[in-house]
């Protein structure tokens, strides 16, 4: 019995675990807008990756990164027509994004 409360114990724990995490949410082309908006050079880089990878659901998963980004497992790739067009347009943004921000590299890269 003292074993069975044990293991119903684990079960709980993980489930209470599983569900503290973020559900899955793609950003959208406004939010990656305004997250890289007057961002230097080093703090664009790590947030666009994060804002791309965050459109790949299935990609999160598989590089691991998933408790890194602090979202669960639980969501597929969109492939329907009008995710990509806006996908599309996020990958649009964050290079014409990224010509102005190479100016604000930071001062290791100026030397």
């Not at 329907?80 to 014409?96: G, K, V």
Request: charged fraction near 20%.
């Amino acid at each position: 019995m003292r074993r069975m409360a044990q293991v119903v114990g684990v079960v709980i724990l993980f489930a209470v675990g599983a569900f503290a995490a973020e559900s899955w949410t793609s950003p959208t082309l406004a939010d990656v807008e305004a997250a890289l908006d007057g961002l230097g050079f080093d703090a664009f880089v790590e947030t666009s990756y994060r804002l791309h990878m965050l459109r790949f659901p299935q990609s999160v998963t598989a590089a691991g990164m998933a408790a890194e980004y602090g979202i669960r497992n639980d969501g597929l790739n969109d492939y329907s027509r009008a995710y990509e067009q806006e996908t599309f347009a996020i990958e649009s943004s964050i290079l014409r994004a990224s010509r102005h921000s190479i100016g604000k590299r930071s001062p290791r890269c100026n030397a």
